[in-house]
Structures are given as structure tokens and as C-alpha cells.
């Protein structure tokens, strides 16, 4: 397993669990990346279509993973609701509450009002809002790490600050050259977030991932003011209540930064711009103080869907990309690989996301170079 | 004793949290950070950057990276920000 982020480190909690010897190899500490570095929304309802069921399958993982490991994420299914400030947006939330009760999720569209009684930190500029009472949160900073510490329970080694330079797929298996040898294996899975690509390309596959940085804003700590989750009819926001007290503020502005240097900044009017919304969602946060601005890369498709599964034509090595929200959904995706890699079946949750099964829009997927 | 004495009030990181976060691997400033929460919250260090050095000796010029805003900032002044 290459790669201790969420999705390595669930997929080798879940192998190492079903008997499998796993060896996790990565090249700094569990979770410092996409993974640690996001704000830990766990939410349904603010998904795309397409990636909505996993997203449930994702948070119900983490909620049960609490108690099969007897770790904690500090998860809290405090429910959430996505909110609309203007005409379209209330025009997306409509039909996204039938979107979401077509999949059989119990999702209610409420007024302002209503959004209110919920919620009385809500301003009198939110018009409407949908309920979904499977959103929650965790610590982002320390829950990957839960995951890997479950991991070694269940038998898996973890190898830490190992950085692996290639790999070549064999006939009798897959080489992993590292930094500190070679690894011999019959399965490979690349979990590598953005780093995948690079990982990828030695074995002639080109794994079309855009580099996308993400920031976070967090407040002193306040009094109780938000229960819930709240997130956004277009995405531009997303606001919880930490047990400390603090406030974190995310919703995809992007920071600045460097991918070859692993350098990243936020971006003082992507802080603004999140700002804004925060506030005409909010407007008691005006008495708060943001403290701390970070960002985080990620690579996506264009098309945002993850891409797991089998690498055409290097036998015996896996990948699992992200994808939007692959926080919420990322132990859906690990647990669906494991038992993919485990019975040689593909469960259905995973149907059309493996590699070279679409085609992600301006972007050539898989060409194989010569 | 000693080992109940606040090391970070903005975060209430004890000496034994701290040294919980090292005897688990933390070796330098920042993973002590992401550890422990030591230096994480409204003072960014400032107050608890002296005792940090002291916990990882190996590591003392180690110094936390400032993140913006740098200050604690209220909303309403990051919106007047953008003319900044």
C-alpha cells in the first residue's frame, strides 16, 4: 500500500483485517497531506450525484470504525444543512432534495424559518435550506492516524518516511523500488493523493490528475454557536463547531503554493471570499477572530469522480485517486477496494470508476506513450 | 506534578501531552504541532515557541511557520482587507 492517507490507510486497515499481509509504505507520517489537512466535513448531501451513495457508505464507515477499532476520529453526526442565499441557489436545493430522495435519503427541504429553528445562528439572508441528518465531522488532523494505528492492530506494517521511486509490474509481481531497497509483492495499490500520477507514469500510464489546493480558516475558540454542519448550495462553504470551540471555515477557495516544492500558503483573497459567504451565512461570526489559515493540495480528474481500480496494463497494481469529497467518502472507497482486491469481484458500489472505463473530459485518460 | 503544568493556554497542551506526542515519534517543531496541538491556536506560537525548543533540544532552532493571518484577525476587518 503506497501512501498513508485516508484511503491507504483504511484499504490496509480493511486488507490486514480480511488476513491479508499488507506492508504500508510512506514517504512522511500518516495524514500530512489532502487527508490531515482538510477540515474534517463529513457530509452527504453537498456530493455530487454520481458520488452521493459512497458518500453515505463513507460516513457510515466512520461512525462504525470508532467502535470496530476502539478508536476514536472524534465523529460527531450532528446533521447538516446545506444552505441557499439566493434564487438559484434554493432552485438547486429542490432539486437536489429529489435528487437525494430518489436514492432513498430522507432529505427535507426547509424555509429560512424552519433553516432557523435548527440552527438560530443562521441569518436572515439564508432563504432555504436541506436537511440531511447523516452529516457530521471528525478531527481531520488526527483521524488518519486512528486509522493507521487500527491498521497495525490488525497486522498490517507501516513504514514510515520510506519514499517509493518506482514501480515496475513483472510477470511473478509488482517491484516497489524504494529510497531503502526493494519490495517484492504480488499487489501493488497506489493511494498516493496527487502523487499518484507521478508514481504512475514510470509504468507508462498517465493518470490525468489536476492539481487542486485547497485552504481552511479556523477561529479562536467561542461559546456554542453552531450544532450542526452547515455547507453550501454551490459548494462555497462549509462551517462546523469544534469540541475546543473553534470554528472551521473551508469550502474549496484555493490557497497558493508549489506542488514540486510541497509548498502551499493561503491566499489572502480566496480568505476574503470565504469570508463573505461565512458571513452572509453567519453573521454572528463577525464578533470572532480567525487565528489560522492553512491549504492543502489534492488531485482530482476533471470530472471530480475517483478513478479505483485495476492499472490497465501493469498486472497486479491498483490505484484509488481522489476525488470531490474523498474525506467523506474515502473508507467507501478503501473498504470497496480491499474487498475487490480480496475476491477478485467488484462490488457494485465501484461500478464505472475504474481506470480507463471513461473518458475525463479534456484531459487524455491512459494513453499509453510509443 | 510537573507533569500537569500548562505548556500552550491556547490550546490547554499539558507537559505530559507534549511529551506524550514526542515518545510517539514527534521529532521536529511542526509535527509536535500537528501532534499535540502545542503553538496551534490564537498566539501561534509566540508565547509557547521558547518551550518548544526545550522539548526537542536536538531541534531548538526549529521554529513554527507563521500562517496567515499571522494575528487573529475579527471577520469584519478580513473583508476591509481586500483594498489591503
Known amino acids: 500500500m503506497i501512501g498513508a492517507g485516508i484511503v491507504g490507510a483504511f484499504a490496509a486497515f480493511r486488507l490486514a483485517s480480511l488476513g491479508h499481509g499488507v506492508t504500508v509504505l510512506e514517504r512522511k507520517e500518516p495524514g500530512l497531506e489532502a487527508s490531515g489537512l482538510n477540515a474534517g466535513s463529513l457530509a452527504v448531501q453537498n456530493k455530487p450525484l454520481p458520488l452521493v451513495s459512497l458518500a453515505l457508505a463513507g460516513t457510515r464507515l466512520w461512525q462504525s470504525f470508532e467502535e470496530e477499532a476502539g478508536r476514536s476520529t472524534r465523529y460527531h453526526r450532528t446533521g447538516g444543512l446545506r444552505v441557499a442565499h439566493d434564487r438559484s441557489g434554493v432552485e438547486r436545493l429542490l432539486a437536489a432534495r429529489d435528487d437525494h430522495r430518489s436514492l432513498g435519503l430522507d432529505i427535507e427541504h426547509l424555509s429560512g424559518e424552519a433553516s432557523r429553528e435548527i440552527c438560530p445562528a443562521l441569518g436572515e439572508r439564508v432563504l432555504a435550506a436541506n436537511w440531511s441528518p447523516y452529516d457530521g465531522h471528525n478531527d481531520a488532523l488526527t483521524a488518519t492516524g486512528s486509522v493507521v494505528a487500527a491498521a497495525v492492530d490488525a497486522g498490517a506494517e507501516v513504514v514510515m518516511r520510506r519514499t517509493v521511486l518506482k514501480l515496475e509490474a513483472r510477470a511473478e509481481g509488482v517491484r516497489v523500488h524504494t529510497d531503502d531497497g526493494v519490495i517484492d509483492c504480488r499487489t501493488a495499490v497506489v493511494a498516493a493523493g496527487l502523487w499518484t500520477k507521478v508514481l504512475c507514469e514510470p509504468l507508462g500510464v498517465k493518470v490525468p490528475l489536476r492539481v487542486r489546493n485547497n485552504q481552511m480558516m479556523v477561529t479562536a475558540p467561542a461559546p456554542p454557536l453552531l450544532g450542526i454542519l452547515i455547507t453550501h448550495a454551490s459548494g462555497r462553504l462549509t462551517l462546523k463547531q469544534v469540541a475546543a470551540g473553534s470554528i472551521l471555515i473551508g469550502g474549496g477557495w484555493p490557497g497558493d503554493g508549489d506542488v514540486a516544492a510541497n509548498t502551499k500558503r493561503p491566499n489572502l483573497a480566496s480568505m476574503v471570499g470565504n469570508a463573505a459567504i461565512a458571513l452572509t451565512i453567519v453573521p454572528d461570526l463577525a464578533r470572532l477572530s480567525v487565528i489560522r489559515a492553512w491549504a492543502g493540495f489534492d488531485g482530482r480528474t476533471g470530472d471530480e469522480l475517483p478513478l479505483v481500480g485495476p492499472v490497465p496494463g501493469a498486472p497486479g497494481v491498483w490505484m484509488c485517486t481522489s476525488c470531490y469529497g474523498t474525506y467523506t467518502l474515502g473508507p467507501a472507497l478503501a473498504d470497496g477496494l480491499a474487498r475487490w482486491i480480496s475476491s477478485g469481484e467488484r462490488p457494485e458500489t465501484l461500478d464505472g470508476f475504474a481506470p480507463g472505463e471513461r473518458t475525463v473530459a479534456n484531459e487524455p485518460t491512459f494513453v499509453r506513450p510509443r | ?84
Open chain 2, 1 to 84: 506534578m510537573r507533569r500537569e503544568i500548562l505548556l500552550c493556554r491556547c490550546e490547554d497542551v499539558t507537559d505530559r501531552d507534549a511529551r506524550l506526542a514526542i515518545e510517539r515519534g514527534a521529532a521536529s517543531a511542526r509535527d509536535l504541532k500537528l501532534r499535540s496541538r502545542i503553538g496551534m491556536g490564537a498566539c501561534q506560537g509566540r508565547i509557547c515557541q521558547g518551550t518548544i525548543s526545550d522539548l526537542l533540544p536536538e531541534r531548538r532552532d526549529d521554529l513554527l511557520s507563521t500562517r496567515p493571518p499571522v494575528r487573529p484577525v475579527l471577520f469584519g476587518d478580513l473583508l476591509g482587507g481586500d483594498e489591503a
